[in-house]
């Protein structure tokens, strides 16, 4: 397939040079700041397009990686266009196909296809896409296609509903974006015992790596530890009394969830007491 991309920013940059890299030729790009086009142009030995009419007639595969917000705009000024036979595709998390409006009346496909993955260089963020799993819903054809396209240079694709995109994008955003707020209060935290960031990052290394790598490998209630997992109310209360007030709301509601995890792990394990301790201090 002949693929192009609309929008020349981290997502775009980045599918663009791992399909070429993995012999799939790539047409060129379009976005509205040429600059960006061109950089991504070169990065993946493609063309700069200076007309959005141009890519659509050289293009049978076009890939929509504008931000969220532009995706429906974007197809609403395209879909006007040649597209017929053509496979429209987005890559956002958030959203279903059924942003492409009217689509079957064009005679083109639609899909959108998002791989679990943080995109936050745009220029080395497709060497990890290799190892990205990929989710995709939409038109038979479409889904087809791609996921075709993608299982041929060694992705894993998992077809999902459509209506599941807000609740899949919910779980990828917890387990991705919100993460990084319990670490950085618990950085913080460190830096007010006298650690430096960059002290308290490489001390916690080891802790935070190979606790994530005992979830992959055993799920969550095997590798649950600490305080709350042994009932220790006592440690719990010293918590809540030393951490900041901006943060205890944040304590409690994970110590909330962790309590959950806990007694599934423990069903003959009393954690009354300390469920309490958690509401008493959330109220």
Same mark, same amino acid.
């Given at each position: 397939?002949?693929? /192009? @991309?609309?929008?020349?920013?981290?997502?775009?940059?980045?599918?663009?040079?791992?399909?070429?890299?993995?012999?799939?030729?790539?047409?060129?790009?379009?976005?509205?700041? +040429?600059?960006? =086009?061109?950089?991504? /142009?070169?990065?993946?030995?493609?063309?700069?397009?200076?007309?959005?009419?141009?890519?659509?007639?050289?293009?049978?595969?076009?890939?929509?990686?504008?931000?969220?917000?532009?995706?429906?705009?974007?197809? *609403? +000024?395209?879909?006007?266009?040649?597209?017929?036979?053509?496979?429209?595709?987005?890559?956002?998390?958030?959203?279903?196909? !059924?942003? @492409?409006?009217?689509?079957? $009346?064009?005679?083109? $496909?639609?899909?959108?296809?998002?791989?679990?993955?943080?995109?936050?260089?745009?220029?080395?963020?497709?060497?990890?896409?290799?190892?990205?799993?990929?989710?995709?819903?939409?038109?038979?054809?479409?889904?087809?296609?791609?996921?075709?396209?993608?299982?041929?240079?060694?992705?894993?694709?998992?077809?999902?509903?459509? &209506?599941?995109?807000?609740? #899949? %994008?919910? /779980?990828?955003?917890?387990?991705?974006? $919100?993460?990084?707020?319990?670490?950085?209060?618990?950085?913080?935290?460190? &830096?007010?015992?006298? @650690?430096?960031? &960059? *002290?308290?990052?490489?001390?916690?290394?080891?802790?935070?790596?190979?606790?994530?790598?005992?979830?992959?490998? %055993?799920?969550?209630?095997? /590798?649950?530890?600490?305080?709350?997992?042994?009932?220790?109310?006592?440690?719990?209360?010293?918590?809540?009394?030393?951490?900041?007030? !901006?943060?205890?709301?944040?304590?409690?509601?994970?110590?909330?969830?962790?309590? *959950?995890? =806990?007694?599934? +792990?423990?069903?003959?394990?009393? #954690?009354? &007491?300390?469920?309490?301790?958690?509401? +008493?201090?959330?109220?």
């Amino acid at each position: 397939m002949k693929t /192009a @991309f609309i929008g020349a920013g981290r997502v775009g940059c980045s599918i663009g040079k791992y399909l070429s890299e993995s012999g799939i030729p790539i047409i060129g790009y379009y976005d509205t700041i +040429k600059e960006s =086009a061109d950089s991504a /142009a070169r990065f993946t030995a493609c063309e700069s397009f200076i007309s959005i009419e141009s890519l659509i007639a050289q293009s049978s595969l076009i890939f929509l990686t504008t931000p969220d917000g532009l995706i429906q705009p974007t197809w *609403e +000024k395209i879909r006007y266009l040649p597209v017929a036979g053509k496979i429209i595709c987005h890559c956002s998390g958030a959203l279903p196909s !059924d942003v @492409f409006t009217g689509i079957a $009346q064009t005679g083109a $496909q639609g899909c959108s296809l998002h791989p679990m993955l943080p995109f936050s260089d745009r220029f080395s963020s497709y060497r990890q896409l290799a190892h990205a799993f990929f989710t995709i819903e939409g038109q038979e054809a479409a889904v087809q296609a791609v996921t075709d396209l993608f299982q041929s240079i060694g992705n894993t694709v998992c077809r999902i509903n459509s &209506e599941c995109k807000p609740s #899949y %994008h919910a /779980a990828a955003s917890i387990l991705s974006n $919100q993460v990084i707020a319990v670490l950085d209060t618990g950085y913080r935290l460190l &830096e007010s015992c006298g @650690f430096s960031r &960059e *002290e308290a990052r490489n001390a916690t290394k080891e802790l935070v790596r190979l606790n994530i790598e005992n979830v992959l490998q %055993h799920d969550c209630g095997a /590798a649950l530890t600490g305080p709350i997992e042994r009932g220790d109310i006592r440690t719990v209360q010293k918590h809540l009394d030393c951490i900041p007030k !901006d943060d205890q709301e944040m304590y409690q509601v994970l110590g909330a969830k962790l309590v *959950e995890i =806990a007694r599934r +792990k423990n069903p003959g394990r009393d #954690y009354t &007491e300390l469920a309490k301790l958690l509401q +008493k201090n959330g109220n």
